[in-house]
Nanobody, 124 residues
């Protein structure tokens, strides 16, 4: 059973940056495509970014494209989400997810394992 643990969330001013980390235990990150999703109060969980198992391909939601970057460090069994130019609309709980396979899927139902989430709050 793989377990995912997110960290790096917090309070930041609009226009600022945060870097989220997701460390896998009980499994090897290189065996999974990885994704980030977020859920704001009163809204459904939505896709943010995902990365191919080999890191050769990435996918981003239109709302974060150009501002967020997903990356992975297989040696550290970790996936990252660098968030720049943060907006108040980015405020949400951010979840790390893993799926068996190679490709970065955007549908949350395609993911097999989920972290507990980390809160990101952007003040304006």
């Amino acid at each position: 059973q793989v377990q995912l643990g997110e960290s790096g969330g917090g309070l930041v001013q609009a226009g600022g940056s945060l870097r989220l980390s997701c460390v896998a235990s009980g499994g090897i990150v290189s065996n999974f495509a990885m994704g980030w999703f977020r859920q704001a109060p009163g809204k459904e969980r939505e896709f943010v970014a995902a990365i191919h198992r080999s890191a050769a391909i990435t996918s981003y939601a239109d709302s974060v494209k150009g501002r967020f970057t997903i990356s992975r460090d297989n040696a550290k069994n970790t996936v990252f989400l660098q968030m720049n130019s943060l907006k108040s609309g980015d405020t949400a709980v951010y979840y790390c997810a893993a799926r068996r396979g190679y490709y970065p899927e955007t549908n949350r139902r395609s993911y097999d394992f989920w972290g507990q989430g980390t809160q990101v709050t952007v003040s304006s």
